[in-house]
């Protein structure tokens, strides 16, 4: 039945809001959701779902053999998929619409590590576009030397009462010890359960992880009514470059279990389990100690109106922040500069992406996120050296 899950009290916005998506013109940010589908949270907030399980982050660094590495890669990308594509909708009972951040937002933070083992891994996240909407990110483990950098953005469109999302931009992650690179790119998905008022992601098609080593990681994903007839499932392969045989899958679900196989034995070699594999919780700093252009301390009040349900007040403090960003830009444009990225800079070419991108014919559409960015170490450590407040705030 239409609407069967939307609460009582919001059941009469329901049919209006399905309405309203028909017709929708692919940015996501424009669309009006009802109020219960509103989440608080801004989605420079998600780059973090990269990392909450440091562990598995940095055990590619502490391994020897070069195809064991690859494998110990595409099992912490797997890892995260939980996080970033169904964490929502087992908190908030389904995905909701993230806050639409603001150029030159920042969520920043750090997993801790009390073990002493792991190190500290920390998290960078900044928006680095507003139109169109790109975040960019970086997560550093200096103890393994561990670094994973990347920018995204969303094309969306509507059909067939689904709303379909194609993730422009990639990832990168890197082994100092090795000089290793892999190029990760992000999987398309489309939002289940809209018509219901439970929406949940699953995912599409494929995704590569592409290692400067030779080894490349195919990642098949399949939902309901697929192969497996499981929501959430997929198959993955790990091959050797050029090669043809298969050295490791791996199938299950990304939300539940899987196992990982030796390609030519069929024997299972390692598994692993989402549903009890705790996640390491990130420290942010309390609000008053954070910048003015960091997230929560900048949505505040829009996230305390949220959490009240005081829809006036929401839509009061959000147009104070749409405001002032209105006149920055106006301001900028004036005096002919460039909103300057805190942490990241737009390149012409990252060469690193150049060169996997062209074993798999991987492109940049750097026309849909305003640039090719890559994280600025230059200003990361000038930053560190003298961490300097923001002027414009
Ligand atoms: C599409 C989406 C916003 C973007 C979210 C992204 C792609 C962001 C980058 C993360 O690394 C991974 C990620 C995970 C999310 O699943 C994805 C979101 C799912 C829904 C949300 C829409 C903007 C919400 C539309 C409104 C619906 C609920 C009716």
Request: proline letters at 5%.
């Amino acid at each position: 039945e239409e609407g069967a899950a939307v609460p009582p009290a919001a059941k009469s916005s329901w049919g209006p809001f399905l309405k309203s998506i028909a017709s929708f013109n692919g940015d996501l940010a424009s669309l009006t959701a009802p109020p219960f589908i509103l989440s608080s949270t801004s989605l420079t907030e998600y780059s973090g779902y990269w990392a909450e399980h440091p562990e598995l982050f940095i055990a590619p660094a502490k391994e020897k053999d070069a195809a064991k590495r690859a494998l110990l890669v595409l099992k912490w990308f797997l890892s995260t998929l939980k996080q970033q594509y169904s964490s929502r909708n087992e908190k908030l009972g389904s995905e909701k619409k993230p806050l639409n951040p603001f150029l030159g937002e920042l969520f920043l933070g750090v997993w801790k590590d009390e073990s002493g083992v792991i190190g500290e891994t920390k998290l960078i996240s900044e928006q680095v576009s507003h139109h169109p909407p790109v975040t960019a990110y970086a997560i550093i483990n200096e103890k393994y030397g561990v670094k994973l950098e990347g920018y995204n953005g969303q094309k969306a469109s509507f059909s067939k009462g689904t709303i379909n999302v194609k993730q422009v931009g990639h990832a990168i992650y890197h082994l100092k010890e090795f000089d290793e690179h892999y190029l990760i790119t992000l999987p398309s998905l489309h939002i289940e359960g809209i018509v219901y008022g439970s929406p949940y992601v699953e995912l599409n098609k494929s995704t590569t992880i592409t290692s400067s080593s030779g080894y490349v990681a195919t990642i098949d994903y399949s939902g309901k009514g697929w192969i497996s007839g499981k929501k959430n499932s997929f198959t993955a392969t790990l091959t050797k470059e050029g090669g043809k045989d298969v050295l490791y899958t791996i199938d299950g679900q990304w939300n539940d279990k899987f196992t990982v196989k030796d390609g030519k034995s069929k024997s299972e070699v390692d598994s692993y389990n989402a549903k009890i594999t705790k996640t390491t919780p990130l420290y942010i700093a309390p609000i008053e100690e954070q910048d003015p252009l960091e997230s929560r301390r900048a949505w505040q009040k829009v996230q305390d109106a949220i959490g009240r349900g005081d829809l006036e007040t929401t839509g009061a403090e959000k147009s104070k922040i749409e405001n002032e960003q209105r006149e920055m830009r106006k301001r900028e444009k004036e005096e002919g500069r460039e909103w300057e990225r805190r942490y990241f800079s737009r390149v012409e070419e990252d060469p690193v992406f150049t060169k996997l991108a062209a074993k798999r014919e991987i492109t940049a559409e750097a026309d849909k996120t305003s640039g090719i960015w890559v994280f600025d170490e230059e200003k990361y450590k000038k930053l560190l050296a003298s961490p300097a407040p923001s002027e414009e705030s």
